[in-house]
């Protein structure tokens, strides 16, 4: 062998040997939508539409998808760190629609991208045994938490089963405090979320008139950011919505291992965990392809939008019919669906 040849061979394996070294870094991080690496703050909750973001920081998938997350812990204080993110404290959070709503009516500049679940349950009308129908409600005194997504909820009820929000009397309640009160005869029926609704029912020989999954589609919750955010980092918040429908298929395809994951971090049973997720459902990019078409029904979330924006304005929170197509995004969802068919051919 010529030394030229000597020479050229040791160089081509040179540049393979770099070649290779170089090429396994960059496995690290999946392909898919160019990410800034820049931190992003998201809330951390006990609550299944939230709980594939702590499965997701367990298995670095948000890092493999070139995201730089920084969780904060919202359990001490939800309520307060749904007003850190309006502030710009906190780039990412859950809210349920209503929430979402009542503050751009406000004048925040909220986006949901994907509606990560949806109440199924957790939510509930108990009143005392001699009631028995929603219809029997009339003329009766009811607790709920007035101005809260609990009071929309009692009037979507009633107006259901035939009666006007009128037609009772509301008496001021926080949630928490609902089964306590109801113990004291003082109340005809309750609305609140478990686990009340329960304590209420067994202390109190209560009686569930309704509960969420009555109505699925009543009270959805999602992933927002600012509109902002969208705008300067959209690939961030892509790759972040591929990441949430990664780890939602794994949930599905391993309960044991993703319920024991919560289980381990909020000091519960992987039962307790799952439970809990029966009460508020789980959605995927199937359930959310539906929810984010355009539609007048609960089963849109432009329909159930519709019918918050007018509990607000009944409730003088608001003059404005908002548009809902400023406020409820389904860019991503469907970028990520038309990504997973490409590869499918």
Request: avoid cysteine; glycine fraction near 8%.
């Amino acid at each position: 062998m010529s030394k030229k040849l000597v020479v050229v061979s040791g160089i081509l394996l040179a540049l393979i040997i770099v070649g290779f070294v170089w090429w396994q870094p960059a496995q690290q991080v999946e392909a898919g939508p160019k990410t800034t690496d820049l931190p992003m703050k998201v809330a951390r909750y006990y609550w299944p539409g939230m709980y594939w973001i702590e499965i997701a920081d367990q298995k670095g998938w948000f890092e493999k998808a070139g995201l730089n997350i920084e969780l904060v812990d919202s359990n001490p204080n939800y309520w307060g760190s749904l007003q850190d993110m309006v502030d710009g404290k906190i780039d990412n959070n859950n809210f349920t629609l209503f929430d979402l709503i009542q503050f751009n009516a406000a004048g925040a500049d909220l986006i949901m991208v994907t509606n990560g679940d949806n109440s199924t349950g957790i939510d509930a009308i108990v009143a005392n045994p001699a009631i028995a129908t929603i219809a029997d409600l009339k003329g009766k005194t009811i607790g709920v938490d007035k101005g809260t997504y609990l009071e929309y909820i009692l009037d979507v009820v009633l107006r259901r089963y035939g009666l006007n929000p009128d037609d009772v009397t509301k008496r001021k309640l926080a949630g928490e405090k609902a089964a306590e009160e109801f113990g004291k005869d003082k109340l005809d029926a309750i609305v609140t979320w478990e686990p009340v609704v329960s304590e209420a029912i067994a202390q109190s020989n209560g009686r569930k008139l309704f509960d969420t999954s009555d109505i699925p589609g009543i009270s959805p919750a999602g992933q927002t950011f600012h509109h902002s955010f969208i705008k300067e980092r959209p690939g961030d918040v892509q790759a972040y919505v591929n990441v949430w429908h990664k780890t939602t298929l794994f949930i599905k395809e391993n309960p044991d291992e993703a319920f024991g994951i919560i289980a381990e971090i909020y000091d519960v049973t992987p039962d307790e965990a799952q439970a809990f997720a029966r009460l508020n459902q789980i959605l995927d990019l199937r359930e959310n392809l539906t929810s984010f078409s355009y539609g007048a029904g609960f089963e849109s979330l432009h329909g159930t939008a519709l019918q918050i924006n007018n509990f607000l304005i009944d409730q003088d929170v608001t003059k404005t019919q908002l548009d809902s197509m400023e406020f409820i995004d389904a860019t991503f969802i469907r970028a990520l669906n038309h990504s997973l068919q490409q590869e499918a051919l």
